[in-house]
């Protein structure tokens, strides 16, 4: 969708089902001059358009964005399960509609957030003056995503950056381009969001991201995908010296201290690892246990990884479902091989299952803490276990990696939270704590990250601040 207009394109790329390999419909290819197209409807809509300071309006077209999401949520939910590979159950959740709830959120929020904030008089060089500071939309947003929960990465953006008064170009994921359309088609069809502020593209060429990172009129880029590419656009981007956001990858470590209870923390760590067959940036893929009850846990792990159902995601009793295509597949299991072959012990596991891109959840032990399958992402249902002497050593071991996005730590409520605080991630659950919600900031420290999504911290991504003086006693008119 660009300016406002669905458009299709003679060139198009397949979008498949992961849990069949069959093709469920194909995507305009845009390309470079589409790209370009999409860029100048968004800066005319921001420059020439009473959008970035109407308030009332952008509450009123966020309600409208969120009515008809939840109309259209079933047709939505379908596509998303044959689409994404998501499992029905998850899209009752994260994959649906927690993200719709991520619009309600900032409709309420921009209501009464403080687009203004005095901060009063002062005395200078003999004469008093009256200061505040206004927010205002930061301008063109270009917003990149990733393929594993579309949803909610296009939402977690769009819902703030168009509150915030910003337009926006929102690029999909290669592999996942249909529901980012229907995205946008939705917010054409029944919404009053006027033609240009948001922009949706689908291609299947990286070079199309690449020219919202380097454009002049892009004033921001919000970006959620690998730690690789959110580098490369780091880089790009500081030729223009844009604001950057950026959501990347994660090799969170779940801590069991000795006086967890094993047994509840057994069953979350394995679940948690299957959730949409590992492909969540957030998932806790580093178990760190306590030396003594390496056996144990390890048993009970391996028995509720026997207890994933995998299969048709459609399916409501399905847990699992599958990779988003063979070349995921491949990398998943090609760490899993190298592991191996570096002396790691397979305890279950460690295959591919077919039809689809089906991955068996995976038990690895005797790990080196600094190989290859202990400290990159593998985005697939791979469960690695390290033990830990005492404390300090399960923080020490948490901390080792170049990410910093998330953890969970299980046992006594005091202890596991003096070790939750020492472990440096954005985000920790405490004996299953749930943190994720549209209210609370999302992101990472270290190499998983700038900047927090939801929140009023992913309102103010999108704000630029702006001081203002008058002398005396003066008041903004
Ligand atoms: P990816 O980095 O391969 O691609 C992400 C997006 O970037 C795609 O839309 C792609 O077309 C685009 N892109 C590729 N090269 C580009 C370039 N040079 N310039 C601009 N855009 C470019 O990621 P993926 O494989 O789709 O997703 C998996 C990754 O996303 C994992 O690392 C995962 O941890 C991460 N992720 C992070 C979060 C988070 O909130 N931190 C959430 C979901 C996924």
């Given amino acids: 969708?660009?300016?406002?207009?669905?458009?299709?394109?003679?060139?198009?790329?397949?979008?498949?089902?992961?849990?069949?390999?069959?093709?469920?419909?194909?995507?305009?290819?845009?390309?470079?001059?589409?790209?370009?197209?999409?860029?100048?409807?968004?800066?005319?809509?921001?420059?020439?358009?009473?959008?970035?300071?109407?308030v009332e309006f952008r509450v009123h077209c966020l309600e409208q964005l969120h009515h008809a999401l939840l109309e259209q949520a079933e047709e939505?939910?379908?596509?998303?399960?044959?689409?994404?590979?998501?499992?029905?159950?998850?899209?009752?959740?994260?994959?649906?509609?927690?993200?719709?709830?991520?619009?309600?959120?900032?409709?309420?929020?921009?209501?009464?957030?403080?687009?203004?904030?005095?901060?009063?008089e002062m005395e200078s060089?003999?004469?008093?003056?009256?200061?505040?500071?206004?927010?205002?939309?930061?301008?063109?947003?270009?917003?990149?995503?990733?393929?594993?929960?579309?949803?909610?990465l296009a939402l977690a953006k769009l819902a703030p950056a168009l509150a915030a008064g910003c337009t926006v170009v929102l690029k999909g994921a290669p592999d996942t381009p249909l529901i980012t359309l229907a995205l946008g088609e939705l917010i054409a069809n029944h919404t009053d969001i006027p033609a240009g502020v948001?922009?949706?593209?689908?291609?299947?060429?990286?070079?199309?991201?690449?020219a919202l990172t380097t454009s002049r009129d892009v004033d921001v880029i919000t970006f959620t995908g690998s730690t690789a590419t959110?580098?490369?656009?780091?880089?790009?981007?500081?030729?223009?010296?844009?604001?950057?956001?950026?959501?990347?990858?994660?090799?969170?470590?779940?801590?069991?201290?000795?006086?967890?209870?094993?047994?509840?923390?057994?069953?979350?760590a394995a679940f948690s690892m299957c959730s949409h067959a590992?492909?969540?940036?957030?998932?806790?893929?580093?178990?760190?246990?306590?030396?003594?009850?390496?056996?144990?846990?390890v048993e009970l792990i391996a028995q509720n990884f026997a207890k994933v159902r995998h299969g048709d995601p459609a399916d409501p009793n399905t847990y699992m479902g599958p990779l988003i295509n063979e070349r995921q597949r491949d990398k998943v299991d090609g760490m899993v091989q190298r592991a191996v072959a570096a002396g790691a012990t397979l305890?279950?596991?460690?295959?591919k299952i077919d039809p689809g891109f089906f991955y068996a959840p995976t038990l690895l032990t005797n790990v080196d803490p600094d190989s290859e399958i202990a400290q990159?992402?593998?985005?697939?249902?791979?469960?690695?276990?390290?033990?830990?002497?005492?404390?300090?050593?399960?923080?020490?071991?948490?901390?080792?990696?170049?990410?910093?996005?998330?953890?969970?730590?299980?046992?006594?409520?005091?202890?596991?939270?003096?070790?939750?605080?020492?472990?440096?991630?954005?985000?920790?659950?405490?004996?299953?704590?749930?943190?994720?919600?549209?209210?609370a900031p999302f992101g990472g420290f270290k190499q998983s990250g700038v900047g927090r999504e939801m929140g009023v911290a992913g309102l103010e991504e999108f704000l630029e601040r702006k001081t203002l003086a008058l002398p005396g006693a003066a008041v903004a008119g």
């Fill in 278 to 297: 590992g492909q969540g940036c957030a998932l806790t893929s580093r178990l760190l246990v306590p030396r003594k009850r390496h056996e144990e846990i």
């Fill in 198 to 210: 948001l922009n949706v593209l689908s291609s299947s060429d990286p070079a199309v991201g690449a």
């Fill in 230 to 268: 959110g580098r490369k656009i780091m880089a790009a981007a500081a030729e223009t010296v844009k604001r950057v956001f950026l959501e990347l990858g994660g090799k969170s470590a779940v801590i069991m201290l000795d006086d967890a209870d094993f047994s509840m923390a057994s069953m979350f």
């Fill in 347 to 351: 305890v279950t596991g460690g295959k």
């Fill in 76 to 120: 939505l939910r379908e596509l998303t399960i044959a689409e994404v590979g998501a499992t029905r159950a998850l899209t009752h959740g994260p994959q649906l509609d927690e993200p719709i709830g991520i619009v309600r959120y900032y409709a309420d929020l921009l209501r009464t957030y403080p687009m203004s904030e005095d901060l009063g």
């Fill in 125 to 152: 060089r003999g004469m008093r003056h009256h200061r505040w500071v206004e927010k205002e939309a930061a301008g063109v947003v270009g917003a990149i995503i990733a393929y594993n929960y579309p949803n909610q």
């Fill in 376 to 439: 990159e992402e593998v985005f697939g249902p791979v469960l690695v276990v390290i033990p830990f002497t005492d404390d300090d050593d399960a923080v020490r071991i948490a901390n080792n990696s170049i990410y910093g996005l998330s953890g969970s730590v299980f046992g006594s409520q005091h202890r596991a939270l003096s070790v939750a605080r020492r472990v440096r991630t954005g985000t920790l659950s405490i004996n299953g704590g749930n943190y994720f919600a549209p209210d």
């Fill in 1 to 54: 969708m660009i300016d406002g207009r669905l458009v299709t394109s003679k060139r198009t790329f397949p979008s498949v089902n992961p849990a069949t390999g069959e093709v469920l419909g194909y995507a305009p290819d845009a390309g470079l001059a589409e790209a370009e197209a999409a860029i100048a409807a968004a800066r005319r809509a921001f420059d020439t358009t009473s959008w970035p300071t109407d």
